[in-house]
């Protein structure tokens, strides 16, 4: 047994734990890890994976009696940082060994002790490392560190904060040498590819085959008019309000995703009206730390039946045992369904058990396909974030504090080595650090290692505002400001909307929805939205600080596939109700709405993937495509562009995964042509995309990263086009 690789005290903790029997990835990871390799370990929650992991190395440095730091232990959240600290201080106490945590919310009192008596084990963020490193004293102390432990590795390997670790555990490279990595994740889609960007020589260990899933898609009767009555809200939405209910209250703690905060606090609040004594909360990243401790401690001491949440409790959070799982509505994507019902049974033995209550149409069917996708293991495909240059310039300049005088050889050494770096030209570095120097970051002064050298060589000496710069720029994740919604009708505030949402759908004229009532975008000022009420069939829907994640091609594709397979069934009157009930787990009811759906649709044409149907309603086209969340909008914005141009006049766009809506005055046969000549599509989506105001709220943020605008200022004071004009030789 692999418990026994270790040392006499770490086996008496374990027997006083009760650990009788190792978990599957233990018995493939301790052995790798205790032989000195990288490794990524891939097992479902509650499958002892952490313990693989720490457990190893806690006894080397037992053992070798190691200085500090010799243990970062970094995730992606502070919330994770807290949990994992009350998990893993019972093991490392009991050797005498102390374990700390450092993050954003870490008093300066503990931040000196930090530094004068650190830790062997430090747990901490991304964020907090690239805060600590400059630091004479504790990049003195890092010096020591021997293992690296990156936990919920999937969720930064695809955005700007995993491209800033990676090139911060580089910069911890060239201080400590080289030390173990060991990635730690329940879900990944492409290991390989994870395996790459967590260090070289990574063995991946697959321990995810264990655990059983039972997923079922619901699609509940509309017999709640009681309930809809009541509440003043649909049938449809007080059915599934209803089945919530009754699926909480069958269980001893449960569950409930949403896909956004506001969808939440509605289904919470709505909730609370059906039953006042129904002993459920909400958890989301906008409620105060304070309040989301107490509220999992309620849960964990079974005070509350179920959560209502977002993804706040996705990852590993210890909240105790959890029956059964609830994903209200589709989840969109099938690594995110794995990750919430993974939260479910206790125990690796146990079978996670989860249900996605769903509405009619679209979301029955896309929620069908991504639960088959699920039970049968297909994630979606990791894409590594590769080379963003406004993070690449923050740790440029975070190596000039670590050294004075560094060289610009050095630094290019260091971020080559980093995995979304690998393939970078110096030529482009070179430009790079040229860019920053006219920003008087630091000053360029040409160096020469050896008389005989010829390569292009420069000495980095920092400036005083190269400190207030890096300690500026610390976090990848930009500041989102909010505007207040006015009605012009009644004077009175409306709500927020974030300011992401202003920039993509705030132009005077669009609509969108709110609180249940359509708007119609009349100004935008300073930090105001005037709007008035406005009859409309579509409007764009305003997510709660950001937007809801992409369906991807693959699952919408295979939504057309099975809109596909019913109309042929139904073309041939087959019985189709069993198949799908048991390849697609929906439920009687279900499986009977999806049938009708085509049905009503086959009389006309029923669109999939590989054949589109465009229709006109009043001065609305409707392109159907089945194409997925980010091909729909690229190809919306193209037909926009396009058709103002030859018309002239503004286009109104809205798009979801299976179509593309556009409000103009165009003529189906216009759109055809459009299609059939788009032969330019990637330059002239690039030429138009500059005078959007997404583009101009992205690139705001991204020169705010670069040091080139301060922190506060908001897109709609900037003159983009004069901005992007100075600095258009940079890419």
Not at 141 to 170: A, M, P, W, Y
Not at 389 to 394: I, T
Request: proline share 4%; charged share 30%.
């Amino acid at each position: 047994m692999v418990f026994r690789h270790f040392s006499k005290e770490i086996q008496k903790l374990i027997e006083k734990k009760g650990f009788t029997e190792p978990t599957i990835s233990q018995k493939m990871g301790i052995p790798e890890i205790l032989s000195g390799k990288n490794v990524l370990i891939i097992a479902p929650t509650s499958s002892g994976k952490t313990e693989s992991a720490f457990l190893p190395l806690l006894d080397i440095i037992h053992r070798k009696k190691m200085k500090p730091v010799s243990l970062l232990y970094i995730t992606p959240l502070k919330s994770l940082n807290r949990d994992m600290l009350k998990r893993l201080f019972w093991w490392a106490d009991n050797l005498d060994i102390n374990i700390t945590v450092r993050h954003g919310d870490t008093s300066q009192q503990e931040r000196k002790e930090q530094r004068e008596m650190p830790a062997k084990v430090f747990i901490t963020t991304p964020e907090t490392l690239g805060a600590i490193l400059p630091g004479k004293k504790m990049r003195k102390h890092l010096r020591n560190v021997e293992f690296v432990i990156v936990d919920e590795i999937h969720e930064l390997c695809e955005n700007k904060r995993g491209t800033q670790l990676s090139l911060l555990l580089e910069r911890l490279k060239n201080i400590a040498g080289d030390f173990q990595r060991i990635g730690l994740s329940a879900t990944v889609g492409s290991p390989k590819a994870v395996a790459e960007f967590l260090g070289k020589n990574v063995k991946i260990i697959r321990a995810d085959s264990e655990k059983k899933f039972k997923i079922k898609v619901i699609l509940p009767e509309e017999n709640a008019k009681k309930i809809a009555d009541q509440l003043l809200i649909t049938e449809s939405a007080a059915a599934r309000l209803n089945a919530l209910y009754k699926i909480i209250n069958n269980h001893k703690s449960s569950l409930v995703f949403t896909n956004t905060r506001q969808t939440a606090e509605v289904l919470s609040s709505r909730l609370r009206q059906l039953d006042k004594e129904f002993l459920q909360d909400v958890h989301h990243s906008s409620i105060s730390k304070v309040a989301r401790i107490t509220i999992e401690e309620n849960f964990k001491k079974e005070k509350l039946k179920t959560l209502i949440c977002t993804s706040s409790l996705e990852l590993g959070i210890d909240i105790g045992s959890i029956e059964t799982v609830v994903q209200y509505m589709s989840p969109r994507q099938t690594i995110k369904l794995i990750q919430r019902v993974g939260r479910s049974g206790h125990t690796i033995k146990e079978e996670s058990k989860g249900s996605i209550l769903a509405s009619s149409d679209d979301d029955i069917f896309e929620s069908a396909v991504i639960a088959k996708r699920a039970l049968e293991k297909r994630l979606e495909k990791i894409k590594i974030y590769k080379e963003p240059k406004d993070v690449l310039a923050s740790q440029i300049v975070g190596l000039t504090l670590e050294k004075y005088g560094i060289t610009s050889k050095e630094i290019f050494s260091i971020i080559k080595e980093a995995y979304p770096f690998r393939k970078m030209e110096e030529k482009e570095f070179i430009k790079l650090i040229k860019f920053l120097a006219n920003l008087h970051f630091f000053w360029l002064s040409p160096y020469k290692a050896n008389k005989n050298s010829c390569d292009e060589n420069y000495q980095l000496r920092r400036s005083r505002k190269a400190w207030q710069y890096y300690y500026e720029n610390l976090s990848t994740i930009p500041d989102i400001w909010r505007y207040k919604v006015i009605s012009v009708v009644e004077n009175e505030p409306v709500g927020y909307l974030d300011e992401g949402f202003v920039a993509e759908y705030g132009e005077p004229g669009n609509s969108f929805v709110f609180r249940g009532r359509t708007w119609k975008i009349i100004d935008v000022s300073e930090n105001k939205v005037f709007v008035e009420p406005f009859e409309d069939i579509q409007s764009a829907v305003p997510a709660w600080e950001g937007e809801l994640i992409p369906v991807p091609l693959a699952v919408a594709k295979e939504v057309g596939e099975l809109r596909k397979t019913i109309a042929k069934a139904l073309n041939s009157k087959k019985n189709i109700i069993e198949k799908i009930r048991r390849q697609y787990h929906v439920n009687d009811f279900g499986v009977k709405n999806m049938i009708k759906t085509i049905k009503k649709q086959k009389k006309y044409f029923v669109p999939d993937f590989y054949n589109w149907l465009l229709e006109q309603h009043q001065d609305f086209l409707i392109l159907h495509t089945c194409a997925g969340s980010l091909v729909n909008n690229t190809l919306g914005r193209y037909l926009s562009f396009i058709i103002s141009e030859e018309t002239g006049i503004s286009v109104q766009l809205k798009t979801d995964p299976y179509r593309i809506i556009i409000k103009s005055f165009a003529k189906p046969e216009q759109v055809i042509k459009i299609l059939n000549n788009a032969h330019d599509l990637k330059n002239t989506l690039i030429k138009n995309l500059e005078r959007s105001s997404l583009f101009k709220w992205r690139f705001i943020h991204v020169a705010k990263r670069f040091g080139v605008m301060q922190r506060n200022v908001k897109f709609q004071n900037i003159s983009l086009p004069k901005v992007i004009d100075i600095y258009r030789k940079l890419t």
